[in-house]
């Protein structure tokens, strides 16, 4: 069946860097675009950045632009989330997430994985 | 930025009774070109992911109860649910994926039993 599944998060001093991890099965990753979504403790849920299908294009959030980095290996069905400078406010679960349709990133999210939690903390 | 404010912020109704939950775009997200709205709405529940519900602001994902439904255009967004189910004790999200990012999302909606 259609899975994501999350790695990389953990406890880290804050400046400090992480590569967060998405490993794809059960669908053609490289036909669609995959986006990040994080959600701090009790908190709602926060758009964090974009890739496209092919990578050619992506996009992120104000709050992490310039810190954040976002890539994909479609040669092994894997999306990552190079996160640099970390801060305090970064602390949140990272959900990686497919998109409903192949082809545009400008489509409902219909498969989440199970998230990975980054702690930002000295 | 488009900007989605939700309300309530929280609701409780009793089992078996109707549910609403409103959602408001900063700006209209219905795409002229395919007379689509880009809102999705996402029910979550503590501590799982959030689960896609509706898209293209009425249209159901599959296996999704029909009890759940979604209505509006352009600005002013409706999640109905018509007969509230123990199950359905969760957070939900309306959120827009119109143009280009950031595809945001309203601040939630916290739905219990009365």
């Known amino acids: 069946q259609v899975q994501l599944v999350e790695s990389g998060g953990g406890v880290v001093q804050p400046g400090r860097s992480l590569r967060l991890s998405c490993a794809a099965s059960?669908?053609?990753?490289?036909?669609?675009?995959m986006h990040w979504v994080r959600q701090a403790p009790g908190k709602g849920l926060e758009w964090v950045a974009v890739?496209?299908?092919?990578?050619?294009?992506?996009h992120f959030a104000d709050s992490v632009k310039g810190r954040f980095t976002i890539s994909r290996d479609n040669s092994k069905n894997t999306l990552y989330l190079q996160v640099n400078s970390l801060r305090a406010e970064d602390t949140a679960v990272y959900y990686c997430?497919?998109?409903?349709?192949?082809?545009?990133?400008?489509?409902?999210?219909?498969?989440w994985g199970q998230g990975t939690m980054v702690t930002v903390s000295s | 930025d488009i900007v989605m404010t939700q309300s309530p912020d929280s609701l409780a109704v009793s089992l078996g009774e109707r549910a609403t939950i409103n959602c408001k775009s900063s700006?209209?997200?219905?795409?002229?070109?395919?007379?689509?709205?880009?809102l999705a709405w996402y029910q979550q529940k503590p501590g799982q992911p959030p689960k896609l519900l509706i898209y293209?602001?009425?249209t159901r994902e599959s296996g999704v109860p029909d009890r759940f439904s979604g209505s509006g255009s352009g600005t002013d967004f409706t999640l109905t649910i018509s007969s509230l189910q123990a199950e359905d004790v969760a957070v939900y999200y309306c959120?827009?994926?119109?143009?280009?990012?950031?595809?945001?999302f309203g601040q939630g909606t916290k739905l219990e039993i009365k």
């Open positions: 997430v497919k998109v409903l349709a192949s082809g545009s990133y400008r489509d409902a999210f219909d498969i």
């Open positions: 059960g669908f053609t990753f490289s036909s669609y675009a």
């Open positions: 890739i496209s299908y092919d990578g050619s294009n992506k």
């Open positions: 700006q209209s997200v219905l795409y002229s070109s395919n007379n689509q709205n880009y």
């Open positions: 293209w602001a009425s």
């Open positions: 959120q827009q994926y119109y143009s280009t990012p950031p595809y945001n």
